[in-house]
């Protein structure tokens, strides 16, 4: 009866207000303005949480009160985080769509995974990261600072800082090259200078 009770106060606290607070914004449209509103709402839900959240629509979080996010963070549309077992995105990480994240996996037992419980592992997205549309990272595992993960990568194991990564299961590609920009901001759009 004691895990009933634990339970349902979880649920009261932070899974459904997650739940509406997903019902509520997610057919806002992905602008400006949406998109800093919907991450500014949903910061009193995480362990901690910095300044300038962005988040797109239909984002996915469970057991936020375990995710710990750095300032400038931009989640994409859909993507999808689970924080059971402790998930820590640093500075300036953008997380592409479809881009989904788990601290834990489940086990086998009894030749089934159904009944065979889970394991935690925690994660770290290291500062200036980009994790492109589609890219699954699992428990346990850390991405070092300013990697890139290309798109539908699975990452299945640490990625040393500065990296570029792609594939199933990620490996490494090659380092991650300084460039120059053409576009800085959206008034700059179509500019030829």
Same mark, same amino acid.
């Given at each position: 009866m004691q895990a009933w009770i634990k339970e349902i106060k979880y649920q009261l606290r932070w899974g459904l207000p997650i739940w509406l607070l997903w019902l509520?914004?997610?057919w806002w449209p992905n602008n400006r303005v949406t998109i800093w509103l919907r991450g500014m709402l949903h910061r009193p839900f995480f362990k901690r949480c910095g300044r300038?959240?962005?988040m797109a629509s239909g984002v996915r979080l469970l057991n936020s009160h375990n995710i710990e996010i750095g300032n400038?963070?931009?989640i994409a549309y859909y993507a999808w985080l689970n924080g059971l077992g402790g998930l820590i995105i640093e500075d300036e990480v953008v997380i592409g769509p479809y881009v989904t994240i788990s601290t834990l996996t489940h086990c086998y037992k009894n030749g089934s995974f159904r009944f065979g419980g889970a394991k935690t592992g925690s994660v770290r997205i290291g500062r200036g990261s980009w994790l492109a549309a589609h890219v699954s990272v699992s428990h346990g595992v850390t991405i070092g600072a300013g990697c890139l993960v290309a798109a539908n990568a699975a990452v299945t194991n640490? $990625? *040393?800082p500065g990296m570029m990564v792609g594939? $199933? *299961?990620a490996?490494?590609?090659r380092p991650c090259r300084e460039e120059e920009a053409q576009i800085t901001s959206?008034?700059?759009f179509?500019?030829?200078a």
């Open positions: 509520l914004t997610t300038n959240l962005q400038d963070v931009y640490d $990625v *040393p594939g $199933v *299961p490996k490494v590609i959206r008034s700059g179509g500019s030829s």
